[in-house]
């Protein structure tokens, strides 16, 4: 990559960044720069990961949430989900 494609690429990312201010306890705070020293990143960066981390996790909920309102509304009454469902039970003592 030649210094001018170089430039305007850093020149792009640096004006697509925001910043922002988060408010934290003392302790978490500690434990954030704690955890991003063992990690060997800033603790921008840190946050950044935990935050994408974060929202994939909800994301996921979210589509599992929908699913199971989906199943709730049509279920499946066919025989083999029957199967399906006995074998997956917890066993009765």
């Not at 994939?56 to 909920?61: I, S």
């Amino acid at each position: 990559m030649n210094a001018s494609r170089l430039l305007n690429r850093v020149w792009s990312i640096l004006h697509s960044v925001e910043t922002i201010q988060v408010v934290l306890s003392s302790t978490l705070l500690r434990a954030a720069d704690g955890a991003a020293r063992r990690a060997r990143v800033n603790r921008s960066a840190l946050v950044r990961e935990a935050l994408r981390e974060c929202l994939k996790r909800l994301g996921a909920r979210e589509l599992e949430a929908r699913d199971r309102i989906g199943y709730e509304e049509h279920p499946d009454i066919s025989t083999e989900s029957a199967y399906w469902e006995r074998g997956a039970a917890w066993p009765e003592r």
